[in-house]
């Protein structure tokens, strides 16, 4: 826009890019369908900030004195919990969504710095398994490529109720990605435009969830973590039904996470901001005295250590990221920016992963454009970012006095903004006024 | 060889499904394992993996049988929701009748209900052959994906919605087809295909041309302005 004449106004209400929406939708007959999570303002992590230590609290010696990073998941029932060194782990992405070489990256990146990864929509390759220490199975309401063998194989199960994305939703792949490969291992034609079930088809509600849970505990043995994974809504009551159902590990997906295909409409006007679930979710575990002993993980929008403290203060026991991984692998990569313009994005901007033809061979079936991708760089790009992130929650941890990441606490924390106050249930900094808990 | 006996009155389910899961039921001996007294248990029989038989003497609960590999399973009675769910190989036989789900997502194997099942039979299947004996309840076959479903009585509302490259053969009468599910040409082929699922679940006899072939009109698979008015 010129910003020579200012007797132009752009409406608030009708701005241009509602116009454009608007344009698109009249052009095509159809909704928006595009990857990646909410892109709105919302309150966030940014509306946090720690409390130093000074005179009230010590601090602990930078590169002297310990912090300690590592975390334990699934210790409530399952015979061989996961025990990471860090707490920053990977989200379920599918192989579909990415390619082969882009989960083989995620699995190396993961396993260099001692965390998780996760399979996703679409069943476990070999290549994912090969590569991953600690490798989370998700159980899906579609089931693509589930079966018991890979079951057995895997390091903790999670199954899936829903994500931040789009909580309430089904997966949904379009033919563009619906490989020879893909097709094959999610047992539908080549080239369709796969929808899949929002809910799981031979259980409804969490008494039947508790029956499945231990179904699944029966098949393997007791011997894996499950961890049950819900998009960020009713969080207080659905962590509570999560634990009721027997899960080890309960997954808060907040709406700024990501996906790999969906409407629009749903991203951006479903679900809550991941800083309004973590207390909820804290507080239904403490309700039930199941606070770090069935372990929270959060995610949606986290993007740095800072990110990792403060969720993790805000009671927390690990995090996983998603958009961030695939930034670190070399998504919207500023060097692409022409071939970004020629598909009509941006660097920076680029979240038609649906389509597959991520020029940066991540979140695409094309064997050309898969092929541009180094999974072995990829995943070393990742475990560099893995260890930022922990290095910087360390940073900040110690400046609170903590010798162990998980020892930081919401009284850690204040909020630069009202809305983020009353979510987080932290104080509005430079007052004790926490909105909707009293005090002034 | 005499079967294994497991009572499930006084044996805690943990320990059957551990021994059912024992490293030496591999084929090498094919053994007879009974359960009895089940008493709708859940989750009886789960995850086995070796050729060994497993007569269940009475009526179970949830996911009985789920995830079976190779393993031929007989229960003489009803069976809970969710029986043999997603299924790779093997046989599971229910004498009685089925609550919903039954089949669901199962990959592979056979599954046979001599009497009804209910609602949501062989959801979102994935290459199991299933024949019921009596009929099925609504929304059976949703999404079904790859396949056979026969059912030897009727079939409720929605039968097929969505579905993909699984085919149905039904002797009686439908309530309704679910979106994108339609009848089909009976060829020689289908016939043969019937005739051989019939034989394999013990119904043999039925008179064929009274049955009707379903699948995928496949007009949905793509997303299109056009469909909206059928989701």
Sequence with gaps: MSTSNWGLRESATFDRQTIAAIQRAAETGIYDIRGGGAKRALPH???????????????LEGYRERCDTDVVLGSRFAKFPL??????????????????????????????????????????????????????????????????????????????????????????????????RVAGMR?????????????????????????????????????????????????????????????????????????????????????????????????????????????????????????????????????????????????????????????????????????????AGITTQDPELAARFDPVAGG????????????????????????????????????????????????????????????? | MDPLIFDLSTTPLREVNAALHAADLDGEIVREIVIDKPAGAHSVAVGLDAPVKVSVEGHVGYYAAGMNQQAEVVIAGNAGTGVAENMMSGTVVVRGNASQSAGATAHGGLLVIEGDAAARCGISMKGVDIVVGGNVGHSSAFMAQAGRLVVRGDAGEGLGDSIYETRIYVRGTVASLGADCVAKEMRAEHLEELAGLLKAAGFEGDDLSAYTRYGSARSLYHFHVDNTGAY
């Design chain 1, 45 to 59: 992590f940014d509306d946090l900030l720690f409390l130093g230590a000074s005179m009230s609290r010590y601090p």
């Design chain 1, 83 to 180: 025990h990471l060194a860090t707490p920053v782990t990977i989200a379920g992405m599918s192989f579909g969504a990415l390619s082969g070489r882009a989960k083989e990256a995620l699995g190396r990146g993961a396993s260099e710095v001692g965390t998780s990864t996760t399979t996703g929509d679409g069943g476990m390759t070999p290549e994912e398994r090969g590569q991953s220490k600690h490798l989370v199975y998700q159980y899906l309401p579609s089931r693509y490529g589930m079966n018991p063998d890979d079951l057995r194989k895997a390091d903790a199960i999670e199954v899936v109720l829903g994500q931040g994305a789009k909580p309430g939703g089904g997966g949904m792949l379009l033919g563009q990605k619906i490989s020879e």
């Design chain 1, 187 to 359: 047992t539908l034609p080549q080239g369709i435009d796969q929808r899949s079930a929002s809910r799981h088809p031979d259980w409804t509600g969490p008494d039947d969830l508790a029956i499945k849970i231990n179904e699944l505990r029966e098949i393997t043995d007791w011997e894996k973590p499950i961890y049950v994974k819900v998009g960020a809504t009713r969080t207080y009551y659905d962590v509570k039904l999560a634990c009721h159902s027997g899960a080890d590990v309960v997954v808060v997906d907040g709406m700024q996470g990501g996906t790999a295909a969906t409407q629009d409409v749903f991203i951006e006007h479903v679900g809550i901001p991941t800083l309004a679930a973590i207390p909820q979710a804290v507080q239904a575990l403490q309700e039930l005295d199941l606070h770090r002993k069935v372990q929270l993980v959060v995610s949606g929008g986290i993007r740095n250590g800072a990110d990792v403290a403060k969720a993790m203060a805000l009671g927390a026991d690990a995090v996983a990221i998603g958009s961030a991984a695939l930034i670190a692998l070399g998504d919207n990569d500023p060097r692409l920016a022409a071939e970004y313009e020629a598909l009509g994005s941006a660097a920076g901007f680029y979240d038609d992963f649906q389509d597959g033809r991520d020029p």
């Design chain 1, 380 to 440: 070393h790009r990742l475990a560099n970012f893995l260890r930022v992130m922990t290095m910087e929650a360390q940073t900040i941890a110690r400046a609170c006095g903590k010798a162990h990441l998980q020892h930081l606490e919401p009284e850690d924390l204040v909020a630069i903004s009202i809305e983020a106050a009353a979510m987080a249930r932290v104080p509005l900094a430079g007052t004790s006024w926490i909105p909707g808990q009293g005090g002034f």
